[in-house]
């Protein structure tokens, strides 16, 4: 099939989804990939896929500033502003596309996006759930899922999957001990991502599209080799801010520079991602605030990380912590 034939095909439905990530940088913490596919229907051009942000108008908009109190759904570096609870918007949107009515604390919510926390004496803190939500009320959380469903019943489009993939430091350290490159740790992730989606669109067409990671332009070979499984693998075209791929019959891959600002799905993922991480650094900044309640909690940056790990060298001694797994490797 060309993308002629794509192009001028009728689909009753549709998978469109995004990949991005967020903590690739830090000294402390988790990496987080983050996926959303959405099922649209009646649309002709898998190669260009509707816009999200448009069909789904009643409920969500680009920017924090909505005069209709609608729902941003942004790069979540974007969603942070001076003089706000860094939080609130992160929360909100991601909140409100989950399944679940209720998520009491932060293990339903990585139960809800598969998120796996894997205890080791490295992450004592993953032993304790906190609650949720962190910066709305539930009362809040309510509307903003009510907000998405009616847009839902408007577009006749919906949610087919929300999820996220965390690497604590002690599986980050284990994955690049084998891989010895710190971007193919970070692709790993995001072709399983990019799996995840393939397998539940099952015979539909798909376009996924993945926030461009370093400034490569060619991914055919390792389509190839990661998510083809025999199919051709056809190069739609490959330019410096967008690489796009057609892999047998209905699934289109595009890697996209600035993909968040293209791609409702992406920066969906994106959101997804970085709340997640923002949730297993506020379960480790309680963990050693609680053994020291004077220390000023840390993101995890790598300038801060370096203070926020001399501060609690001390506690990591008097409770078995080993440093070499708590701190990334790169």
């Not at 680009?62 to 939080?87: F, H, M």
């Amino acid at each position: 099939m060309d993308q002629r034939d794509a192009r001028s095909h009728y689909y009753p439905r549709v998978i469109y989804a995004g990949v991005d990530e967020a903590g690739y940088g830090p000294l402390l913490g988790p990496l987080c990939i983050g996926a959303s596919a959405f099922r649209v229907n009646d649309h002709r051009d898998i190669a260009t896929p509707p816009d999200l942000w448009k069909l789904f108008d009643r409920a969500v908009c680009r920017k924090v500033k909505d005069s209709r109190r609608r729902i941003p759904i942004s790069d979540s570096k974007k969603l942070k502003r001076a003089g706000e609870d860094p939080l609130i918007h992160l929360e909100r949107g991601v909140l409100a596309f989950c399944s679940e009515n209720s998520l009491a604390d932060d293990r339903a919510l990585f139960d809800e996006l598969g998120v796996h926390t894997r205890i080791s004496a490295a992450t004592p803190w993953h032993a304790t759930a906190l609650a949720l939500p962190v910066s709305l009320s539930p009362f809040d959380v309510t509307i903003a899922r009510n907000m998405v469903a009616r847009a839902y019943a408007h577009s006749g489009a919906s949610l087919a999957h929300l999820g996220v993939a965390a690497l604590d430091a002690p599986a980050f350290n284990a994955l690049y001990a084998t891989l010895r490159n710190k971007a193919l740790v970070n692709m790993s992730l995001i072709f399983d991502a990019v799996r995840t989606v393939d397998l539940l669109r099952g015979d539909e067409p798909a376009f996924i599209a993945v926030d461009r990671q370093g400034g490569r332009a060619q991914y055919a070979e390792e389509l190839e080799t990661h998510i083809a499984r025999g199919a051709p693998v056809r190069t739609i075209s490959e330019s410096e801010d967008q690489s796009t791929y057609e892999i047998g019959e209905g699934l289109i891959i595009s890697f996209e520079v600035g993909a968040e600002e293209r791609h409702l799905p992406v920066a969906l993922a994106s959101m997804g991602a970085k709340y997640v991480r923002e949730l297993f650094m506020r379960r480790l900044n309680a963990f050693f605030i609680g053994h020291m309640p004077a220390l000023a909690p840390t993101a995890g940056y790598v300038e801060d990380g370096r203070r926020f790990l001399a501060e609690v060298t001390t506690i990591l001694a008097a409770t078995d912590i080993p440093q070499r797994d708590f701190v990334r490797s790169v």
